[in-house]
């Protein structure tokens, strides 16, 4: 449901930080879009137009606040509707795909024509693919700006423009500024990158660190009471580094240490970032429909997350291995694997690539033959770049390897790419718990249909 004009008024003017990012506040008079949790006195009714992306905003020739900032709201997914084509147009964008190509090859990737993806966008957002990715390229590059101390030189690599001059005119025609005028005071240092990056509460950290705890990997990730990090890689190895992220709940953040061989994956690396801690999420919209529901109601957590892996290809890996095992069983097996195979620098450790395992006998660890089998199968997969099913969308072709079943598809989507559309009814833990807190009977536990399982 759209909210209508009031509620957009009554958020603004309380500064809820729970519609942090979901709307977008311009005043007609200045020519400026706020967040709605805008610290500046709150403008006239009549003098504010509401909408429901700062892209949008800007489309209509506002300008974003200097105080509040709105490239650091958290993301806001309520105005893509339902169209599948332009939620997977997005986040392929947000992952660079026209910083490195043009729009047909887009299009094509979505199976569409390049002419129906630029109506789906002017429909959706009032502009282009190519004016949508430039504008978030734009709003990076101002919270860059803002909050590091990398060159502008820099800036303009990391938030995926190909020439420094190009992005000068780029920003000083949108924001009416230049780069220098935005850049916080201090001179260039070197050290890891740090921004903060702003979630809408509720956010139950007690339960995403404990759930991450339990699974992490030693050297590869690392978990305390108030933060997690791991190591990474990018773009087929082609960038590697690691990240700290320190919740900050005063400030309903987290503040990122961040450190890559590469800056220009900056700004795909923080958007994957972002999706493994869930930020975006609307938890309290989340909260609200599960309540609907009495049995739901009474165990409900508020402000539970979607905890994601890295990508998909350790998410695949990571749900062979815990076939059947449990969580404990499973985190030994991936730690055997990544600190035998993995890459090591000093006292950390990256996640094998597809070409240090795909011939190894895998005799180091205790699992069954024709699992150790399927795991080969599936890495030789992801190391053949000309035909891998890791690559491909339809991640319903996994299921031609021998020992990937729909539990295993499912488990990768629903980390590696975080879906939330995913029921695991199958999985022993799930219905475990759902038959002993719950009191569901098998039946309702696997049953498929939304709504019928929490």
Not at 65 to 72: F, H, V
Not at 355 to 370: C, Q, R, T, W, Y
Not at 400 to 424: F, H, N
Request: charged content about 25%.
């Amino acid at each position: 449901m759209t909210p209508d004009a009031e509620h957009y008024r009554s958020a603004r003017l309380a500064r809820d930080p729970r519609f942090d990012g979901t709307f977008f506040v311009a005043v007609k008079t200045t020519g400026i879009y706020c967040r709605p949790v805008c610290p500046a006195p709150a403008p006239k009714e009549a003098n504010v137009v509401y909408f429901q992306s700062a892209a949008e905003a800007a489309a209509n020739g506002f300008r974003p606040c200097l105080r509040c900032r709105p490239e650091s709201a958290p993301g806001s997914w309520a105005w893509k509707g339902v169209d599948t084509t332009f939620e997977r147009a997005l986040k392929l964008i947000d992952q660079g795909v026209l910083t490195s190509g043009n729009l047909a090859q887009l299009a094509e990737r979505l199976g569409i024509s390049d002419r129906y993806l630029r109506r789906v966008f002017a429909e959706r957002c009032g502009l282009s693919p190519k004016q949508y990715a430039q504008y978030r390229q734009l709003l990076f590059s101002k919270q860059l700006l803002h909050e590091t101390r990398l060159q502008v030189c820099e800036v303009a690599i990391a938030s995926g423009f190909n020439s420094v001059r190009r992005f000068n005119d780029s920003f000083s025609r949108h924001f009416s500024l230049t780069p220098g005028q935005v850049r916080r005071s201090g001179t260039p240092s070197e050290g890891p990158v740090q921004l903060k990056l702003v979630y809408r509460p509720p956010f139950n950290w007690t339960s995403m660190r404990g759930f991450l705890a339990r699974r992490q990997i030693p050297g590869m990730e690392w978990v305390t009471e108030q933060s997690l990090g791991r190591t990474f890689s990018w773009d087929n190895d082609r960038v590697r580094g690691y990240f700290t992220a320190r919740h900050c709940p005063d400030e309903n953040a987290f503040r990122v240490d961040l450190s890559l061989s590469d800056t220009s994956a900056l700004i795909a690396v923080v958007n994957n970032i972002r999706r493994i801690l869930d930020l975006d999420a609307d938890s309290g919209e989340v909260d609200a429909h599960l309540s609907r529901t009495a049995v739901i109601r009474q165990h409900l957590q508020p402000g539970l997350r979607l905890p994601g892996i890295w990508n998909l290809y350790e998410a695949g890996i990571r749900a062979i291995l815990g076939q059947q095992v449990s969580v404990r069983a499973a985190t030994q097996l991936v730690t055997q694997l990544v600190s035998t195979l993995g890459v090591q620098q000093d006292d950390r450790f990256w996640f094998p690539l597809p070409g240090n395992v795909a011939e190894h006998s895998l005799d180091f660890l205790k699992i069954p033959m024709i699992r150790k089998q399927t795991l080969r199968d599936f890495i030789r997969s992801v190391a053949n770049q000309s035909r891998s099913v890791i690559l491909s969308e339809d991640m319903d072709s996994w299921r031609e390897i021998k020992g990937i079943g729909q539990w295993t598809v499912d488990y990768a989507r629903l980390r590696g790419l975080s879906d939330p559309d995913i029921w695991l009814g199958s999985d022993l833990g799930v219905r475990k718990v759902a038959a002993e807190r719950l009191q569901l009977t098998d039946d309702v536990i696997r049953a498929p249909l939304p709504g019928a399982v929490i």
